[in-house]
């Protein structure tokens, strides 16, 4: 118990400096400015983008069923819908009612992991200060919020990959495979080039070691001097 009143203590110490409040002030700051920006769209019944409306239609048959019956259009967009964020999108349109707001939920969960997973890895590789100006960023960053709106299957896209360099960078090649698995049925495009850099990753790892090894070898072999 006195150990972990420690621990905590010297973790406050250690987190508690001018520089991370700083870091703080300017994410709490920008954090604010970007929700009062989209605060009159975020949430609200009557907003959508025109590729939502194509995407999220099939859901009115969650209240509805058999509405879109035999209609091959229908039955096309379903079968575009990875399944893990189609049964998704299902739970939440039974949850709220509206295909509409189920869109803006499932983006809001989207974004929090993407802010998530980003401030991890950042924290992780290089410490506090440059992930809270990290998260900054992103929040700023147009091109990359813009293919989160309306929670579509892209959005998963900065999910995957945010939680791929963070894990990595902690070391939890569970939690990459993990990743992976569940990138198959979110959005797999963007989980084949998290694959492809994974496996290219343990390659490197691989040669690497092998190298170290051999080095190794050879100076444990060379005969010592008289």
Same mark, same amino acid.
């Given at each position: ?106 983006? &809001? /969960?989207? $974004? ?10 950042? !924290?992780?590789? %290089? @410490?506090? +200060?440059?992930? &809270? /100006?990290? $998260? ?10 813009? !293919?989160?709106? %309306? @929670?579509? +299957?892209?959005?998963?896209?900065? $999910? ?67």
């Amino acid at each position: 118990m006195v150990a972990d009143s420690s621990r905590a203590v010297s973790w406050w110490k250690r987190e508690l400096t001018l520089v991370n409040l700083l870091s703080a002030c300017l994410l709490v700051g920008y954090a604010y400015l970007f929700v009062s920006s989209i605060s009159s769209f975020w949430f609200h019944k009557d907003w959508t983008t025109d590729d939502a409306l194509q995407q999220v239609y099939p859901f009115h048959e969650v209240a509805h069923p058999g509405l879109f019956a035999g209609d091959i259009v229908t039955d096309v967009m379903k079968g575009y819908l990875a399944p893990l964020h189609y049964w998704l999108c299902y739970g939440v349109t039974m949850l709220t009612g509206d295909p509409i707001m189920m869109s803006h939920w499932v983006m &809001l /969960i989207q $974004v929090v992991l993407t802010v998530g997973f980003f401030f991890t890895a950042i !924290r992780s590789a %290089a @410490g506090t +200060p440059p992930a &809270l /100006i990290g $998260v900054a960023w992103l929040l700023h960053d147009r091109n990359l919020m813009q !293919r989160l709106t %309306a @929670g579509l +299957p892209r959005g998963w896209a900065a $999910v995957i990959i945010s939680a791929f360099l963070c894990f990595v960078l902690r070391g939890n090649h569970r939690a990459v495979l993990m990743t992976i698995l569940a990138g198959c049925m979110l959005n797999p495009p963007a989980t084949l080039v998290v694959a492809f850099s994974y496996g290219m990753l343990l390659v490197w790892r691989d040669r690497k070691s092998t190298r170290l090894n051999s080095s190794h070898t050879d100076i444990s072999r060379m005969p010592s001097s008289a």
